[in-house]
């Protein structure tokens, strides 16, 4: 099992940037997938960014070139830097784990784009 939690979020101005982070509660050396997902109220939940155990990564098209996603084994921890946002950028961002064919969600951040 494994617990996720998520920081960083708050209030930005469109054009800046903030880092996110999920901490987990043991080691994701061995964690195949981790994602970072994002949803507004009346939407379904929608994929913003994945890494994998090689570094693989994938991003939502609407993120590419303005988001990086990273993992830090030794800190037990994935990263997901979100630069030049736009108010559509505004959602709870959850972090999400995969291991051995389970889902860990954590509790969700949430990041508003406003001036």
Known sequence: QVQLVESGGGLVQPGGSLRLSCTASRSIFGINYMGWYRQVPGKQR????????????????????????????AKNTVYLQMGSLKP?????????????????????????VSS
């Open 46 to 73: 929608e994929l913003v960014a994945s890494i994998t155990t090689g570094d693989i990564t994938n991003y939502a098209d609407s993120v590419k070139g303005r988001f990086t996603i990273s993992r830090d084994n």
């Open 88 to 112: 559509e950028d505004t959602a709870v961002y959850y972090c999400k784990a995969n291991t051995y064919g389970l889902n860990y969600w954590g509790q969700g951040t949430q990041v508003t």
